[in-house]
């Protein structure tokens, strides 16, 4: 796994406690940080919970970890903004054929 930054690594200290009390297992964040399989387990286990805490923690951890680059991801407890498709941009036929033909017209 990649170095890990400081947001990721101020929410698994977070999980720590909460998944202790609810499921009685101490969280090795060395482990957690070097070991995809255990990491994976944990965070399994943590998106069962009852606590709606952990499950967001949970939630951010798994995708800052194992989600897409490049992507941001909603802290837990942020609001929640539904992403509004941008509007359709107005084409113009005649723009659109004059720029064709001034591609056209350059090609070898």
């Known amino acids: ?37 255990y990491a994976t387990e944990v965070i399994e286990e943590a998106l069962r919970s009852k606590d709606d805490r952990l499950q967001g923690y949970a939630a951010y951890v798994q995708t800052k970890l194992f989600g897409p680059r490049g992507t941001t991801v909603p802290k837990p407890g942020a609001p929640v903004v539904a992403d509004t498709p941008a509007p359709s941009p107005v084409v113009d036929d005649n723009a659109k054929t004059a720029a064709l033909e001034k591609y056209k017209s350059r090609l070898r």
């Open 1 to 37: 796994m990649n170095p890990p930054d400081s947001e990721l690594m101020t929410y698994l200290v977070r999980m720590v406690i909460p998944i202790k009390r609810e499921f009685g297992r101490t969280l090795d964040v060395h482990q957690f940080l070097h070991d995809v399989p």
